[in-house]
Nanobody, 124 residues
Framework: QVTLVESGGGLVQAGGSLRLSCAASTPTFSSYSMGWFRQAPGKEREFVARILWNTGSTYYADSVKGRFTISRDNVKNAVYLQMNSLKAEDTAVYYC?????????????????WGQGTQVTVSS
């Protein structure tokens, strides 16, 4: 069992930045591909970004490409999401997720564990 705890959400003005963190409770963190998803009120949970366990390769949704950056620290067992140039449409609950040794990880069904989410609100 892996516990994921997100932090770093909050209220920010449009154009501002936030950095989300996700701490994982497993010593085998380096074997997990990690992803960030978000869910706005009344909408389905959507993919934001992922970073692979083996190569560190990153991939982003078109809506955040060039503005968000996902990274990981395998010593601290953590994954991060740096969010710049935030827009009102980025407002959502953001979730991190872990997928054990998987590479096709852009859908919710690919992930084995989920955090509880952190609220990001962007005011326009």
């Amino acid at each position: 069992q892996v516990t994921l705890v997100e932090s770093g959400g909050g209220l920010v003005q449009a154009g501002g930045s936030l950095r989300l963190s996700c701490a994982a409770s497993t010593p085998t963190f380096s074997s997990y591909s990690m992803g960030w998803f978000r869910q706005a009120p009344g909408k389905e949970r959507e993919f934001v970004a992922r970073i692979l366990w083996n190569t560190g390769s990153t991939y982003y949704a078109d809506s955040v490409k060039g503005r968000f950056t996902i990274s990981r620290d395998n010593v601290k067992n953590a994954v991060y999401l740096q969010m710049n140039s935030l827009k009102a449409e980025d407002t959502a609950v953001y979730y991190c997720a872990a997928a054990y040794r998987k590479l096709l990880v852009t859908t919710t069904r690919a992930y084995d564990y989920w955090g509880q989410g952190t609220q990001v609100t962007v005011s326009s």
